[in-house]
């Protein structure tokens, strides 16, 4: 064995085998900390709902898990490429597949590996667990048996029943093959299509391609014996025969002579240089045989450096991963209560797939594939698994297609709202974002980004605008703007719309505003020409100012203290401490507001109390009853602490300004997160839950708070945000990413309602 293979063994069975055996646990979705929720979620309490179930069936999804339940279902006949293995073997396979269910889809699921490799056993095993699943994903079963099997449950069961190794293949080469015609200029109804394999997955390839536009007469497929075609009688069975061609080709080798498309799910080494030769020009081979294609990459390469080329691996571009679909379908699927995974729902999430591919691509996707630049063409018809916006567009596709279709069982009140709940199931922020991004759709404004000959602040900009949030005005020279904007090579960014401070018609009157402000603070009226001419962030805060424009970013660039100088010396010019800055920690159980993280080094009782307002304030703006908690290292005097008095004060403004939300310190910050420590140890704490607002002493204690927070895992953070002045601007950290870029203007638009 290999050095390599030897220590990829290793790496496998370590993960497998470490910490936990396995992949997958079971945690409760409810709290079970007392008495009484022990009575609830079992007895006696557990008996309600099962009386209310026997009533009505359909409450079983309002009171059980069984909507949000599939089950991935094997018998290990057929294994990736290991073959038959046997149920017990293949449970690491199937333990991974539930894995990938709730990771890019919030979908629980648990694997079942079914010991028998009679059919009719197998079915009715299956069938009989129908009860307790909304769905079932057939896993890794020999053909033609998943054949028979998938059938004859899809007739019995009236959940969604799905054979991934079929159909989830099927849809992701569907996408790639949209794309590749698409980069090769082709129509897929006259497109010769050559499909070697006759197994599950070639089957259900060659059926969507068809139910796509590709002519039976076009597609032309191939097993061991040869050419499948019209009067072939040695080795074939009804799904063969469904697929039988007329054509006088009898090999391989004959059927890819000026052959447009290759699709292989066969065996390593199927096809040699020689066949790639032979084939049209800009000719699309899917090699996707595991773990060695039918060709390998660099051969094709050798003789066509024309070719699209895609592959079942994870080290080649395009890889045709199944991760891409049945998390998404079943999601989908789920939410409307389908009762079958039909044709429509199948095309639906092929073109969502491909569809996506041809945008721009978020800069955490490029991060987790090692910084690589990914953008739609040859190497990129088909988006990369992590992918964030998979699950809204895909899943939203399949639910839409399922209740268009007449196979869903329950509506969907509102499209946008559903959008907004898919995001929110993988990234908690959405339910932050996604209100504020429906409320700015509906009412687009002007947004200055003030870096815009950055090609991140660019890409935003546009992705801002294809979004439909707005309106974004790039400040830059505009010949480096085309430029860079040619580099980002994305659709639509000729349209952006471009401001160059230095030749500005509107110079004149920034000027004389600018000059208006700032003559008694030392500025001659050239210095604030200058300043105007030279300095975006001025420039972009005279647009605000001048209601120009609506609202600005910036920040990418250069450091936070900088931009707030530049841009509150147009701005309100109020005194600074009128301002304060403000982080938004998210995870799927709470929603914290913390401040002030940027403005105020050591704010005095008044200052606190501001600062306390002004995110309470904002806190109620997004939906939430803020509950305020300033905190120290003490609690209630206990032990005597140095910001004692600060706190103090700061309270007894609160109470002299009878503000309408709840508050109390000094608190630390377990004692404020934790209810059961304020009613078990602080009776008199005059707030009625957890605090969600939390108040720190300090910019030291904040800034590393949220900056800590920002790299913990299973949480999110938004901002800094800024808060404060007439005119509303946002700064990101330096390097942000495009997502954190568009995110911060979405939030500076919304605070100009």
Known sequence: MSGENYNQRKDALDYHKNGKPGKLEIIPSTELNSAQDLSLAYSPGVAIPCLEIEKNPETAYDYTSKGN???????????????????????????????????????????LEVDTDDIDKFIDTVANLEPSFGGINLEDIKAPDCFIIEEKLKEKLNIPVFHDDQHGTAIITAAGIINALDLTQRNIVSTKFVVNGAGAASIACVELIKAIG????????????????????????????????????????????????????????AVTKKMVKSMAKNPIIFAMANPVPEIMPEEIKEVRNDAIIATGRSDYPNQVNNVLGFPYIFRGALDVRASKINEEMKIAAADAIAKLAREDVPDEVNKAYSGENLHYGKDYIIPAPFDPRLISRVSFAVAKAALDSGVSQKQIKSFEEYKSQLTGRINPIASILEPIKRRITNQKRKVVFAEGESENVIRAALSFYNSGYGYPILIGRETIVRENMKKVNLEGVENLE????????????????????????????????????????????????????????????????????????????LDKNSYLSMSIVVSKQKIIFIGDVNIHQKPTGLELANIAIGIAENAKKLGYKPRVAVLSYSNFGNPSGSNADTINECLSILNTKKVDFEFDGEMTAEVALDYNLIKENYAFCKLTGPANVLIMPDLYSANISFKLLQKMENLSVIGPIMIGGDNPFQIVQMGASVTEIVNSACISTYNSF
């Open 498 to 573: 471009v401001f160059n401070a230095r030749i500005s018609k509107k110079n004149d009157h920034y000027i004389d505003k600018l000059y208006q402000l700032l003559h008694r603070k030392g500025h001659l009226r050239r210095d604030c020409q200058k300043l105007v001419n030279q300095d975006r962030n001025v420039f972009a805060a005279s647009m605000v100012a001048s209601n120009d424009a609506d609202a600005m970013i910036t920040g990418y660039t250069r450091p936070f203290n900088r931009c707030f100088d530049d841009i509150t010396k147009v701005i309100d010019n």
């Open 69 to 111: 339940l599939v089950a991935v279902i094997s018998n290990g006949t057929a294994v990736l490429g290991l073959g038959n293995i046997g149920a017990l073997a293949s449970k690491p396979v199937m333990e991974g597949k539930s894995v990938l269910f709730k990771k890019f889809a919030d979908v629980d699921s648990i694997d």
């Open 214 to 269: 590709a002519k039976n007469e076009n597609v032309i497929l191939v097993d061991r014996q040869g050419v499948i075609y019209q009067g072939r009688d040695t080795n074939m069975n009804q799904w063969k025969s469904g697929h039988a061609t007329k054509t006088n080709c009898r090999t391989l080798e004959d059927a890819l002579k000026n052959a447009d498309a290759f699709l292989g799910l066969s065996v390593e080494g």
